[in-house]
């Protein structure tokens, strides 16, 4: 069993920053792939960043790209999302994800995940 918690989320003005925070614990955190993702209201949940489990492997949306980044700390147990130059079109739920996936499953797609955090609420204002 591995459990998520976020945290780190806030409101911000478009061009800020924001760092977000997953602790994960769980017997097999150190083997799971781990992940960002974000929902909208009315939208559909979509991969934000992704990092295999020993950050060998490390995907972006191409909506975040170069402005993102997704970092694992050394001990699998901490998962971050750097947000810079943040616009209104950013503003969702984000959340961390968590499982074991073969080596050529899609990393963003939300179907390939088990575990979840509650997720933490990102609003940037224009």
């Known amino acids: 069993q591995v459990q998520l918690v976020e945290s780190g989320g806030g409101a911000v003005q478009a061009g800020g920053s924001l760092r977000l925070s997953c602790a994960a614990s769980?017997?097999?955190?150190?083997?799971?792939?781990m992940a960002w993702f974000r929902q909208a209201p009315g939208k559909e949940r979509e991969g934000v960043a992704a990092?295999?489990?020993?950050?060998?492997?490390?995907v972006y949306a191409d909506s975040v790209k170069c402005r993102f980044t997704i970092s694992r700390d050394r001990n699998k147990k901490t998962l971050t999302l750097q947000m810079d130059t943040l616009q209104p079109e950013d503003s969702a739920m984000y959340y961390c994800?968590?499982?074991?996936?073969?080596?050529?499953?899609?990393?963003?797609?939300?179907?390939?995940?088990?575990?979840w955090g509650q997720g933490t609420q990102v609003t940037v204002s224009s």
């Open positions: 990092s295999s489990s020993g950050g060998n492997i490390i």
């Open positions: 769980g017997n097999t955190i150190s083997a799971n792939s």
């Open positions: 994800a968590a499982d074991l996936l073969r080596s050529n499953a899609s990393r963003l797609n939300p179907r390939n995940y088990k575990y």
